[in-house]
């Protein structure tokens, strides 16, 4: 009887992580069409574990660690570490927005973990820190919250998306974000320095390192981690999947020749700042109102940087920050305007576009950041409607039909560049089913 019991709720257990799957995306389908006509907001019916904003009414989403403005989503477990999440809501007034979290896999898939497995507390809670604008053309809702809270924590490591909705309705889904908590448990050590081959040698970085696990049971290596490494806080062009090429007593080594572990250098981003729109700032050459009062910024005509020599100057490896120099309240006194971007190019290109991109966009490329070929300027352009703020940017050019864009087209290739290079590793325990992050390694290209 006993053997027969142990059979019968291992057999349940399995059935339930099936079902929970099942559910889970049932639980999230979205049921609403773009009645705003943006297909690049609503593609398909369900939610995607990603960086996503699902209602073009929804900006300048902002996720970091609250130590600083410009830190990644990623806390350690059992610290006092928080979260915020803010966003703004341009069609004004006051909506009932829910949130939730999320625990998903190495690959950013949702785990077979039920909520009450890696969260404490509520199962879900409201959005009520909320400011309605004040001083600004454009009209909008500031939305604010920070977790882990009172009201929610987890309590397992790993990745994780925040998910808000409206009206406790998970089928009317606002946006998602992703962020990582994380355990110490393995060191990890490394560096990152020009490519070993003589093609690659002077336009990208390699990220050699070793995970030591003196203090921790690793019993397969190369079934049970999982290794990312990713670029300035990028998950658009992460290096997934890194086995060890060498492993001695309680050491893993990741050291390639074949490129595996090499990312382009790329070059320094490109700046506009407009958080005046009264005064001319960096890279603005004009700042005006329209007919219809409407904000306008012109960026400085850009260069195409592919056959310029390396030349450094000091950025913010893609990120942004929102600030507006003459007003105190950068949340809810800066405002938006239309920020117009041009780069001489002699002919359109076909089969693929142009993109203007970086962390303001979560790096994606789709209509809202598309540039278009104007005939009788002889270039590229393209117009994002942006919050006040001081900003990074660069042009990646994507052929149809591929997923990975090319940043080096108009921008260049050069091992010298500056980057921010974070190293996760992740671990299945045996007998468990989901992903541990065990370890995190920060390193920079040029800071040792």
């Given at each position: 009887?006993?053997?027969?019991?142990?059979?019968?709720?291992?057999e349940?257990?399995?059935?339930?992580n099936?079902?929970?799957?099942?559910?889970?995306?049932?639980?999230?389908?979205?049921?609403?069409?773009?009645?705003?006509?943006?297909?690049?907001?609503?593609?398909?019916n369900?939610?995607?574990?990603?960086?996503?904003?699902?209602?073009?009414?929804?900006?300048?989403?902002?996720?970091?660690?609250?130590?600083?403005?410009?830190?990644?989503?990623?806390?350690?477990?059992?610290?006092?570490?928080?979260?915020?999440?803010?966003?703004?809501?341009?069609?004004?007034?006051?909506?009932?927005?829910?949130?939730?979290?999320?625990?998903?896999?190495?690959?950013?898939?949702?785990?077979?973990?039920?909520?009450?497995?890696?969260?404490?507390?509520?199962?879900?809670?409201?959005?009520?820190?909320?400011?309605?604008?004040?001083?600004?053309?454009?009209?909008?809702?500031?939305?604010?919250?920070?977790?882990?809270?009172?009201?929610?924590?987890?309590?397992?490591?790993?990745?994780?998306?925040?998910?808000?909705?409206?009206?406790?309705?998970?089928?009317?889904?606002?946006?998602?974000?992703?962020?990582?908590?994380?355990?110490?448990?393995?060191?990890?050590?490394?560096?990152?320095?020009?490519?070993?081959?003589?093609e690659?040698?002077?336009?990208?970085?390699?990220?050699?390192?070793?995970?030591?696990?003196?203090?921790?049971?690793?019993?397969?290596?190369?079934?049970?981690?999982?290794?990312?490494?990713?670029?300035?806080?990028?998950?658009?062009?992460?290096?997934?999947?890194?086995?060890?090429?060498?492993?001695?007593?309680?050491?893993?080594?990741?050291?390639y020749?074949?490129?595996?572990?090499?990312?382009?250098?790329?070059?320094?981003?490109?700046?506009?700042?407009?958080?005046?729109?009264?005064?001319?700032?960096?890279?603005?050459?004009?700042?005006?109102?329209?007919?219809?009062?409407?904000?306008?910024?012109?960026v400085?005509?850009?260069?195409?940087?592919?056959?310029k020599?390396?030349?450094?100057y000091?950025?913010?490896?893609?990120?942004?920050?929102?600030?507006?120099?003459?007003?105190?309240?950068?949340?809810?006194?800066?405002?938006?305007?239309?920020?117009?971007?041009?780069?001489?190019?002699?002919?359109?290109?076909?089969?693929?576009?142009?993109?203007?991109?970086?962390?303001?966009?979560?790096?994606?490329?789709?209509?809202?950041?598309?540039?278009?070929?104007?005939?009788?300027?002889?270039?590229?352009?393209?117009?994002?409607?942006?919050?006040?703020?001081?900003?990074?940017?660069?042009?990646?050019?994507?052929?149809?039909?591929?997923?990975?864009?090319?940043?080096?087209?108009?921008?260049?290739?050069?091992?010298?560049?500056?980057?921010?290079?974070?190293?996760?590793?992740?671990h299945?325990?045996?007998?468990?089913?989901?992903?541990?992050?065990?370890?995190?390694?920060?390193?920079?290209?040029?800071?040792?």
């Open positions: 009887m006993a053997i027969m019991a142990c059979f019968l709720l291992k349940f257990k399995i059935k339930e099936r079902v929970k799957k099942v559910i889970h995306v049932l639980l999230f389908l979205v049921a609403f069409n773009s009645v705003f006509g943006q297909d690049d907001y609503v593609k398909d369900f939610i995607r574990y990603k960086d996503w904003i699902y209602r073009p009414n929804i900006k300048t989403v902002e996720l970091r660690e609250t130590s600083f403005e410009l830190a990644a989503p990623l806390i350690e477990l059992g610290s006092t570490q928080q979260l915020v999440l803010s966003f703004d809501d341009l069609d004004g007034g006051y909506e009932n927005y829910s949130y939730t979290l999320i625990h998903c896999d190495a690959s950013w898939n949702p785990s077979d973990l039920v909520m009450n497995e890696y969260l404490g507390g509520f199962f879900e809670d409201n959005i009520s820190n909320y400011t309605y604008s004040v001083n600004t053309l454009q009209k909008y809702t500031h939305y604010k919250v920070t977790f882990p809270n009172n009201n929610m924590h987890v309590t397992k490591p790993g990745n994780y998306i925040v998910f808000v909705y409206e009206n406790s309705e998970k089928e009317k889904p606002v946006l998602t974000k992703r962020f990582m908590v994380y355990q110490n448990l393995v060191n990890i050590v490394g560096n990152v320095h020009q490519a070993a081959s003589a690659e040698y002077f336009n990208k970085h390699e990220v050699d390192f070793s995970v030591f696990y003196s203090n921790y049971t690793i019993t397969n290596p190369f079934q049970d981690l999982k290794i990312v490494v990713t670029q300035n806080n990028r998950w658009d062009n992460a290096i997934t999947n890194l086995v060890p090429m060498f492993t001695k007593q309680n050491e893993l080594t990741f050291d020749d074949d490129g595996s572990n090499c990312f382009n250098g790329g070059n320094e981003f490109r700046i506009f700042d407009n958080k005046s729109l009264k005064f001319l700032t960096t890279f603005v050459s004009k700042n005006y109102k329209d007919s219809l009062s409407q904000n306008h910024t012109l400085v005509p850009d260069e195409n940087k592919h056959f020599r390396y030349m450094f000091p950025d913010i490896n893609g990120e942004f920050y929102i600030r507006n120099t003459e007003m105190e309240n950068n949340d809810n006194e800066s405002d938006y305007a239309w920020v117009h971007f041009f780069i001489p190019y002699d002919t359109p290109l076909g089969e693929g576009s142009f993109h203007v991109t970086g962390k303001f966009c979560d790096w994606k490329t789709d209509k809202t950041n598309k540039l278009v070929y104007n005939a009788r300027k002889m270039g590229y352009e393209a117009e994002l409607f942006l919050k006040q703020g001081y900003y990074n940017y660069q042009y990646v050019y994507i052929k149809d039909g591929k997923a990975q864009a090319d940043e080096t087209m108009l921008e260049g290739n050069h091992w010298e560049t500056e980057n921010d290079y974070t190293i996760y590793v992740y299945r325990k045996i007998g468990t089913y989901y992903d541990q992050l065990v370890g995190i390694k920060k390193l920079n290209s040029i800071r040792k």
